[in-house]
């Protein structure tokens, strides 16, 4: 089984920052993309950041320069920096991955459970 657990969320004022990290474990061969979601209340689940396995990033346009993503493959581990944040960056945050279980199997889409971040204004 694998699984995806995200940390780091929480409270902070505008201007503030946060980092979030997620960790993958269990049964893993490989991890291409990793990416972070987001999903505010009353919106649809919305693409923030995402992260080859050869390091390769692209944003979204609302936090480009102000988040960086970022990622360990050692620890099958993806982080999101979050600067300068703003109250509409208020969302529960989502970690995702395309794993491959085994070297025969195939990518299979895995998601955390999200973490809420909320900034106030």
């Known amino acids: 089984q694998v699984q995806l657990v995200e940390s780091g969320g929480g409270l902070v004022q505008a201007g503030g920052a946060l980092r979030l990290s997620c960790a993958a474990s269990?049964?893993?061969?490989?991890?291409?993309?990793m990416a972070w979601y987001r999903q505010a209340p009353g919106k649809q689940r919305e693409l923030v950041a995402t992260i080859t396995s050869g390091g390769s990033t692209n944003y979204a346009d609302s936090v480009k320069g102000r988040f960086t993503i970022s990622r360990t493959n050692a620890k099958n581990t993806v982080y999101l920096q979050m600067n300068s944040l703003k109250p509409e960056d208020t969302a529960v945050y989502y970690c995702?991955?395309?794993?491959?279980?085994?070297?025969?199997?195939?990518?299979?889409?895995?998601w955390g459970q999200g973490t809420q971040v909320t900034v106030s204004s």
């Open positions: 995702n991955a395309d794993i491959k279980a085994a070297a025969w199997g195939t990518t299979r889409q895995y």
């Open positions: 269990g049964s893993i061969f490989s991890i291409n993309v």
